[in-house]
């Protein structure tokens, strides 16, 4: 759900704020389907997207909180563009909190005493 909000904000923003990343306009429509993609396939069964969620909510913490720090010092709190980063930021710190409790739970799984070892 969270990566399903942040392609929204992203896909809704990106007009308003194309002057601010040119570089990036042929990218983030790319990454947005990416996105909507692997949000679909998100499954807790599935170890290799499981990782994908991690690696991918790490990335967007790490980028969209270096751009709010970037924005805020370059042009302060009362920004948009501030702001949508810092939203982002916050919502792929949250997809990377739920991402990191499903690897937990399968490797709390695959070592705990008191189950059988999944094959």
């Not at 949000?39 to 599935?46: E, L």
């Not at 690696?55 to 270096?66: C, H, K, N, Q």
Request: proline share 5%.
């Amino acid at each position: 759900m969270f990566f399903m909000i942040a392609a929204a904000v992203m896909l809704v923003t990106l007009p308003f704020f194309y002057g601010r990343i040119p570089a990036l306009f042929q990218v983030l429509p790319i990454a947005i389907i990416l996105l909507a993609l692997v949000a679909g396939f998100t499954n807790p069964r599935h170890r290799a997207v499981a990782l994908a969620n991690l690696l991918i909510a790490t990335a967007g913490v790490l980028l969209y909180g270096a751009v709010a720090v970037r924005t805020y010092r370059e042009s302060g709190g009362e920004d948009a563009f501030f702001w949508t980063s810092q939203v982002l930021a916050l919502d792929f710190l949250l997809a990377l909190y739920y991402a990191s409790k499903t690897i937990r739970g399968m490797v709390t799984k695959l070592v705990s005493p008191f189950r059988e070892p999944l094959a």
